[in-house]
């Protein structure tokens, strides 16, 4: 199956007649004349799950969003075993881990949110004044596409109906990720991974006996995390909030602050 873009390249009469009017005369030109080919223009593609989108009520979303992010941090900063950590591991897992532990946090507080496409002229305002920041040509824009994965992980967490406990096991199985490049405590990680999961194991079993294949269910839903990216959600979210600041950077200093 073919899930490429389907946009018809007519659909530009529609959206600019008088452009396409021009160079449908060009193209009916002789060769002599003119062998411009109209087809080989590259076309806007319109596929609706490319647009870029933001919040539908970015100050009281970003809100909610901020709360549940200084809650996720305050989780990590709890756990006495991340503690015994050296700094730079702290750090490397925070950085691996913050964004699926906020997603599971959106869950856990039903955090629900629309959005609308991004202003059209906000970003030709920038260029006509200049005023485009050359940081931002590598930020990530939020798109209908990635949203919707977002919002495919928020449901399936809402369906499966988590206990406070299976939350919290299963974020300790995200957080202790051994496979995070240069720990230097890897195999403790990697001990204390399990250790999360026998747990999480062991509550699923206990809140739900009938249910056999629950337990691999939550890990299989917690893989989804992994297609959202941090840099949709630091854009979507926390973007109205903190402006140019390093979203990285002010989770550090949360982490560290005593």
């Known amino acids: 199956m073919d899930n490429g873009c389907h946009c018809s390249v007519h659909s530009d009469r529609h959206l600019n007649p008088i452009l396409y009017n021009i160079l449908s005369q060009m193209d009916n030109s002789t060769p002599s004349q003119n062998n411009f080919d109209y087809n080989s223009i590259p076309h806007r593609c319109n596929c609706e799950m ?11 979303i ?3 969003a901020s709360a549940v992010l200084v809650k996720t941090v305050h ?8 503690n015994q950590l050296p700094p730079n591991d702290q750090f490397s897992l925070l950085r691996s881990c913050w964004a699926p532990l906020f997603i599971l946090g959106l869950a856990q507080e039903g955090v629900n949110f629309e959005v609308t496409d991004t202003p059209a002229d906000s970003m030709l305002k920038k260029i006509l004044l200049n005023r485009q920041e050359s940081s931002d040509t ?8 990635g949203v919707s994965k977002l919002k495919s992980c928020l449901k399936k967490f809402w369906s499966l109906d988590l206990s406070p406990k299976e939350f919290a096991y299963l974020k300790g199985t995200m957080i202790f990720n051994p496979d995070v490049p240069d720990l230097k405590a890897g195999l403790f990680v990697e001990g204390l991974q399990q250790e999360a999961q026998h747990a999480l194991r062991e509550v699923v079993q206990l809140l739900h006996p009938g249910d056999q294949e629950r337990f691999a269910r939550l890990l299989l839903t917690a893989s989804m995390l992994q297609t959202v990216t941090p840099g949709l959600l630091t854009e979507l979210f926390f973007r109205p909030v903190i402006g140019q600041a390093d979203l990285l950077e002010l989770l550090v200093d949360m982490l560290f602050s005593r």
Do not use: G
């Not at 989780?75 to 991340?82: E, H, N």
């Not at 590598?138 to 596409?145: F, G, H, K, V």
């Open 50 to 60: 490319r647009r870029t989108v933001c919040l539908k009520r970015p100050t009281e």
């Open 62 to 64: 970003c809100q909610e």
């Open 75 to 82: 989780f990590m900063k709890s756990l006495p075993a991340f």
């Open 138 to 145: 590598d930020r990530e824009q939020p798109t209908m596409a």
